[in-house]
Protein backbone atom coordinates (compact mmCIF):
# COMPACT_ATOMS: atom_id res chain seq x y z
CA UNK A 1 0.00 0.00 0.00
CA UNK A 2 2.56 2.32 0.67
CA UNK A 3 4.10 1.65 -2.96
CA UNK A 4 0.85 3.03 -4.20
CA UNK A 5 0.90 6.01 -2.15
CA UNK A 6 4.46 6.95 -2.75
CA UNK A 7 3.94 6.37 -6.41
CA UNK A 8 0.57 8.13 -6.50
CA UNK A 9 2.23 11.47 -4.79
CA UNK A 10 5.11 11.18 -7.57
CA UNK A 11 2.25 11.25 -10.20
CA UNK A 12 0.28 13.73 -8.47
CA UNK A 13 3.18 16.37 -7.83
CA UNK A 14 3.66 15.61 -11.73
CA UNK A 15 0.85 16.32 -12.76
CA UNK A 16 -0.85 18.97 -10.24
CA UNK A 17 2.04 20.42 -8.76
CA UNK A 18 1.10 22.42 -5.91
CA UNK A 19 -2.38 22.59 -6.68
CA UNK A 20 -2.65 18.87 -5.95
CA UNK A 21 -1.27 19.20 -2.62
CA UNK A 22 -3.64 22.03 -1.83
CA UNK A 23 -6.45 19.83 -2.78
CA UNK A 24 -4.89 16.84 -0.68
CA UNK A 25 -4.11 19.01 2.34
CA UNK A 26 -7.71 20.76 2.17
CA UNK A 27 -9.12 17.08 2.79
CA UNK A 28 -6.70 16.52 5.81
CA UNK A 29 -8.90 17.43 8.55
CA UNK A 30 -12.62 16.36 7.63
CA UNK A 31 -12.09 13.78 4.93
CA UNK A 32 -7.87 12.54 5.25
CA UNK A 33 -9.26 9.21 3.37
CA UNK A 34 -10.78 10.65 0.50
CA UNK A 35 -7.46 12.54 -0.19
CA UNK A 36 -5.56 9.00 0.11
CA UNK A 37 -7.98 7.46 -2.07
CA UNK A 38 -7.19 10.78 -4.45
CA UNK A 39 -3.23 9.78 -4.13
CA UNK A 40 -3.74 5.81 -4.36
CA UNK A 41 -6.51 5.05 -6.42
CA UNK A 42 -6.87 7.76 -9.00
CA UNK A 43 -2.64 8.22 -8.95
CA UNK A 44 -1.04 5.70 -7.36
CA UNK A 45 -3.17 3.16 -9.66
CA UNK A 46 -4.89 4.63 -12.88
CA UNK A 47 -2.40 7.38 -13.65
CA UNK A 48 0.24 4.96 -13.17
CA UNK A 49 -0.61 2.63 -15.87
CA UNK A 50 1.28 2.74 -18.92
CA UNK A 51 -0.83 2.31 -22.05
CA UNK A 52 -1.49 6.09 -21.87
CA UNK A 53 0.42 9.10 -21.21
CA UNK A 54 0.10 12.03 -19.09
CA UNK A 55 -0.57 14.46 -21.66
CA UNK A 56 -3.35 11.71 -22.93
CA UNK A 57 -4.63 11.32 -19.32
CA UNK A 58 -4.99 15.14 -18.57
CA UNK A 59 -6.51 15.15 -22.30
CA UNK A 60 -9.41 12.69 -21.30
CA UNK A 61 -9.65 14.26 -17.89
CA UNK A 62 -10.60 17.31 -19.04
CA UNK A 63 -13.08 16.13 -21.31
CA UNK A 64 -14.74 14.36 -19.03
CA UNK A 65 -15.04 17.14 -16.75
CA UNK A 66 -16.16 19.61 -19.58
CA UNK A 67 -18.65 16.96 -20.34
CA UNK A 68 -19.90 16.64 -16.80
CA UNK A 69 -20.19 19.94 -16.05
CA UNK A 70 -20.29 21.72 -12.58
CA UNK A 71 -16.82 20.66 -12.17
CA UNK A 72 -15.13 23.81 -12.27
CA UNK A 73 -12.43 23.88 -9.44
CA UNK A 74 -11.25 20.51 -10.61
CA UNK A 75 -11.49 21.31 -14.09
CA UNK A 76 -9.02 24.10 -13.19
CA UNK A 77 -6.83 22.24 -11.33
CA UNK A 78 -6.67 19.52 -14.68
CA UNK A 79 -6.23 22.12 -16.97
CA UNK A 80 -3.47 23.39 -15.27
CA UNK A 81 -1.89 19.45 -15.03
CA UNK A 82 -2.94 19.44 -19.01
CA UNK A 83 -0.37 22.40 -19.61
CA UNK A 84 2.16 20.69 -17.14
CA UNK A 85 1.72 16.98 -18.87
CA UNK A 86 2.58 19.07 -22.32
CA UNK A 87 -0.81 20.00 -24.00
CA UNK A 88 -0.61 23.79 -25.51
CA UNK A 89 -3.44 26.31 -24.63
CA UNK A 90 -4.48 26.07 -28.37
CA UNK A 91 -4.70 22.27 -27.82
CA UNK A 92 -6.91 22.39 -24.20
CA UNK A 93 -9.75 24.77 -26.19
CA UNK A 94 -9.91 23.16 -29.32
CA UNK A 95 -10.41 20.12 -27.26
CA UNK A 96 -13.22 22.19 -25.49
CA UNK A 97 -14.39 23.54 -29.14
CA UNK A 98 -14.26 19.46 -30.46
CA UNK A 99 -17.15 19.02 -26.87
CA UNK A 100 -19.67 21.15 -28.59
CA UNK A 101 -21.25 18.94 -30.69
CA UNK A 102 -21.31 16.47 -27.76
CA UNK A 103 -21.78 18.29 -24.59
CA UNK A 104 -23.46 21.54 -25.97
CA UNK A 105 -22.54 25.24 -25.33
CA UNK A 106 -23.17 26.12 -21.70
CA UNK A 107 -20.61 23.52 -20.99
CA UNK A 108 -18.16 24.42 -23.12
CA UNK A 109 -18.53 27.84 -22.41
CA UNK A 110 -17.88 26.99 -18.64
CA UNK A 111 -14.92 25.03 -19.51
CA UNK A 112 -13.70 27.78 -21.96
CA UNK A 113 -14.33 30.37 -19.02
CA UNK A 114 -12.24 28.19 -16.62
CA UNK A 115 -9.80 27.76 -19.07
CA UNK A 116 -9.52 31.68 -19.26
CA UNK A 117 -8.46 32.19 -15.69
CA UNK A 118 -6.21 29.43 -15.84
CA UNK A 119 -4.03 30.41 -19.20
CA UNK A 120 -3.88 33.90 -18.65
Not at 41 to 70: H, K, N, P
Request: hydrophobic share 40%.
Amino acid sequence: MKDRYKRGLELLGRVDGEGGEHVIESLSEIAPDVGRYIVEFAFGDIYARDVLSLRDRELATIASLCSQGACEPQLKVHIKGALNAGLTNEEIIETFIQLIPYVGFPKVLNAISVAKEVLQ
